[in-house]
């Protein structure tokens, strides 16, 4: 178990890609990662007593991790960790036994997103930055030299990317970004664009394809999006909390009364069900996919203790779900399930073990805070410059008075 930091004020990057897991056969991998540093937890015999937790790297970063992804490489037969970080560097872990660093590479600016992508016995990590564009980097074999990778652009939007998604054929990616653009690209062709989603009003938060022909999105105006990836069509769109506001000026409405951002986290394939959740709130809502789209709320789960979640990951019947928790407060639980038709009940037995202790985490609306306070003040300083350019070349007299008159003035 990590030592308690003495930093306490560690944050999460939105939107929320901190917290991943892994599920293969009965071993089960949870990587959770805070400040400069993650931690690996692992279950290899799927009971409620085999978790293992290795001890984190004392500075896997020399600044804080912004994005992770997990991807089980089955044709090297291992288990591969990327960390980005926010001194532009990313690096790619073998936590196959224990965490072992595989490369690393330096990237022009900070990476927001990250995915794997696997075509064959080929893999490639796509990355997504701030300044909107996406970059391919080939992950060497194991038994390759890793010291020349070098990622390339593949794509690019107009604003900061804050998602990123594959499809489970890798035929496809989708990116979402803050001024509610979603592209769907084909992989690795990534210049021909299969669609643009259009419909949100407000940031895309997240971004899951639901197999092969559906992608669930969700965004800061309280939208959950139901789309044909193919075609761009939205399907079925829905609240999943009521009486939504408007969403304009947000940070000027009370926090009572503000729409909440809506995040889809994670997709079961074999019961077609979507895990969402909603700002602030404790709730995982799980909404059944039809083959059309339609999507119908099944089960809401409440997390005991009140405190919002953060993640909420499928591990083959289990939902991993993970809170915002003070130091010593349980973080992490197990809700389970005997079949993929049955529902999921809270295992109190089953526990994860603590990870990252000593850390805490800011929820996403002090992030999205940070972000909004950021653009006003670089509207308020673009007005000044307008305004005092506008200054030096302003008419002398009133342009409205009539020739007589001004001529009168001048006399």
């Known amino acids: 178990m990590m030592a308690a930091s003495s930093t306490t004020t560690d944050t999460l990057a939105f939107p929320l890609h901190r917290v991943a897991a892994l599920a293969d056969g009965a071993s089960v991998v949870v990587v959770a990662a805070s400040g400069s540093t993650f931690q690996v937890a692992r279950n290899n015999c799927g009971g409620a007593c085999g978790w293992a937790t290795e001890p984190a790297p004392a500075e896997a970063h020399a600044g804080n991790v912004s994005a992770v992804a997990l991807h089980r490489d089955r044709a090297a037969q291992r288990t591969l960790l990327a960390t980005a970080g926010d001194e532009k560097a990313v690096k790619v872990w073998d ?9 690393s590479f330096n990237t022009k600016k900070r990476i927001s997103a990250m995915a794997f992508a ?11 930055d701030k300044f909107g564009e996406v970059y391919a980097a080939r992950v060497p074999a194991a038994a390759e030299a890793a010291s020349a990778v070098t990622p ?17 054929c890798s035929g496809y990616m989708a990116t979402g970004d803050r001024d ?7 992989f690795p062709a990534a210049h021909m664009i299969e669609s643009f989603c ?11 394809f639901c197999g092969h022909n559906l992608l669930a999105s969700g965004a800061g105006d309280g939208t959950l999006c139901v789309w044909d990836f193919h075609t761009g069509k939205c399907l079925h769109s829905l609240f999943p909390v009521s009486a939504p506001v408007a969403t304009a000026a947000q940070t000027d409405l009370p926090a009572a009364t503000r729409t909440p951002i809506v995040t889809p986290t994670s997709y079961c394939l074999s019961s077609s069900l979507l895990a969402v959740l909603v700002e602030k709130n404790p709730t995982v809502h799980l909404y ?12 809401e789960l409440i997390v005991p203790g009140g405190a919002p979640a953060i ?40 526990v994860l073990p603590a990870l990252l202790s000593g850390h805490a985490f800011r929820g996403p609306e002090k992030q999205l805070a940070e972000l909004v306070a950021t653009l006003v003040e670089r509207q308020y300083m673009r007005k000044v410059f307008v305004d005092k350019h506008a200054s030096k070349h302003k008419p002398q007299g009133n342009e409205d008075e009539p020739p007589q008159k001004k001529q009168k003035k001048a006399e």
């Open 311 to 350: 993640t909420a990951t499928f591990v083959g019947l289990d939902l991993l779900v993970t809170t915002v928790a003070d130091h010593d407060a349980k973080s992490s639980w197990v809700f389970r399930r005997e079949n993929a038709a049955a529902d999921f009940a809270l295992d109190e037995a089953h």
């Open 288 to 299: 059944s996919l039809s083959a059309a789209g339609e999507a119908s709320l099944r089960q």
């Open 180 to 186: 509610e653009k979603l592209r769907v690209s084909r």
């Open 95 to 103: 936590v196959s036994a224990e965490h072992r660093l595989c490369f």
């Open 198 to 208: 259009m419909g949100h009003t407000q940031f895309i938060t997240n971004i899951i």
């Open 118 to 128: 696997q075509s064959g016995d080929a893999l490639t990590l796509l990355l997504a």
């Open 152 to 168: 390339s652009v593949v794509l690019g939007h107009c604003s900061l990317v804050t998602c990123l998604a594959v499809s489970p």
